[in-house]
């Protein structure tokens, strides 16, 4: 059920979170992620469940911790797209929207159905992976090297 400040249209990308080979908990964590409901420091502050002092990122970079940053521009994750990127061949400019983002990548390789499907997959294993490295530095205090990272979407896109 929508709320009074959400839109009664589609994402842009909202199409593209729906893959038959894709779990329905990433599903719902991608949907989640374009339409800002994930447990951010931001939304935790709009929310009024931590304060404004506490919004920075987890990782210590010093910006506010929202899905923008966090998905696209951290450094960590935004290495990890490059990598994944250059793993397929595939060399595109980074927008800064997440919904743009999803759209960009899922259509940078073709035109053709199974292209678009398998970048589409792609796309939802790095936000899959992600989100739980996230988790992992803010509630364990570790952290996966970029490799590891890397490897994990791999595997993950494999089952």
Same mark, same amino acid.
């Given at each position: 059920?929508?709320?009074?400040?959400?839109?009664?249209?589609?994402?842009?990308? +909202?199409?593209? #979170?729906?893959?038959?080979?894709?779990p329905a908990n990433v599903t719902i964590l991608a949907w989640r992620l374009l339409?800002?409901?994930?447990?951010?420091?931001?939304?935790?502050?709009? @929310?009024?469940? #931590?304060? @404004? !002092? &506490?919004?920075?990122?987890?990782?210590?970079?010093?910006? &506010?911790?929202? &899905?923008? @940053?966090?998905?696209?521009?951290?450094?960590?994750?935004? !290495?990890?797209?490059?990598?994944?990127?250059?793993? #397929?061949?595939?060399?595109?400019?980074?927008?800064?929207?997440?919904?743009?983002?999803?759209?960009?990548?899922?259509?940078? #390789?073709?035109?053709?159905? &199974?292209?678009? +499907?398998?970048?589409?997959?792609?796309?939802?294993?790095?936000?899959?992976? +992600?989100?739980?490295?996230?988790?992992?530095?803010?509630?364990?205090?570790?952290?996966?090297?970029?490799?590891?990272?890397?490897?994990?979407?791999k595997i993950h896109s494999y089952w």
């Open positions: 059920m929508l709320t009074s400040n959400e839109s009664h249209t589609l994402h842009p990308a +909202s199409y593209l #979170i729906w893959h038959r080979q894709v339409r800002n409901r994930l447990p951010t420091k931001d939304n935790l502050v709009v @929310h009024d469940i #931590i304060s @404004h !002092d &506490a919004q920075l990122c987890v990782n210590g970079c010093g910006k &506010a911790e929202t &899905a923008q @940053h966090l998905f696209i521009t951290y450094n960590k994750f935004q !290495d990890l797209w490059y990598l994944v990127r250059d793993c #397929i061949g595939v060399f595109t400019s980074e927008p800064f929207c997440i919904s743009d983002h999803f759209v960009q990548f899922s259509h940078s #390789i073709g035109g053709f159905l &199974a292209q678009r +499907s398998f970048m589409q997959l792609i796309c939802l294993t790095c936000v899959w992976v +992600s989100w739980p490295e996230r988790n992992n530095h803010l509630f364990n205090h570790k952290d996966n090297l970029i490799d590891q990272l890397l490897h994990n979407v």
